[in-house]
């Protein structure tokens, strides 16, 4: 649990950022070489490599250099891990807001009945 836990915490702080947001969102449509996806950001390549540094580090990408050309892709797996805690807080809100429904409901359907 400690494990998926720090994971989790690593890819969202990972994802806090949006550059790096920008980034994970380019590469979950296919590898990509760094200088491609540095292209968009008004930023020297530096900066860039910094947010590609804390995207690798914490797992959401892999990069690999063949010659001078760094390529980097997504790592759907940590990318599911996230996904899925989202998931489980969705339901568990849209569960408390369905029971809330309800009961506004019942609530209200009484003051019309009391009212008549």
Same mark, same amino acid.
């Given at each position: 649990?400690?494990?998926?836990?720090?994971?989790?915490?690593?890819?969202?702080?990972? =994802?806090?950022?949006? $550059?790096? *947001?920008?980034?994970?969102? *380019?590469?979950?449509?296919?590898?990509?070489?760094?200088?491609? @996806?540095?292209?968009?950001?008004?930023? %020297?390549?530096?900066?860039?490599?910094?947010? =590609?540094?804390?995207?690798?580090?914490? %797992?959401?990408? !892999? !990069?690999?250099?063949?010659?001078?050309?760094?390529?980097?892709?997504?790592? $759907?797996? *940590? =990318?599911?891990?996230?996904?899925?805690?989202?998931?489980?807080? *969705?339901? @568990?809100?849209?569960?408390?807001?369905?029971?809330?429904?309800?009961?506004?409901? $019942?609530?209200?359907?009484?003051?019309?009945?009391?009212?008549?």
């Amino acid at each position: 649990m400690e494990h998926y836990q720090s994971s989790l915490d690593a890819a969202f702080h990972a =994802l806090a950022d949006p $550059t790096r *947001r920008a980034v994970v969102s *380019r590469l979950t449509k296919g590898p990509a070489p760094v200088k491609e @996806l540095a292209e968009p950001f008004d930023m %020297g390549l530096p900066s860039f490599m910094k947010h =590609l540094r804390v995207l690798e580090k914490d %797992g959401l990408i !892999s !990069s690999e250099k063949v010659g001078r050309v760094r390529t980097c892709w997504v790592n $759907t797996e *940590r =990318l599911a891990g996230a996904e899925s805690w989202l998931s489980e807080q *969705r339901e @568990l809100w849209q569960a408390r807001t369905d029971r809330l429904a309800d009961y506004v409901e $019942t609530q209200m359907s009484r003051s019309i009945e009391d009212a008549s």
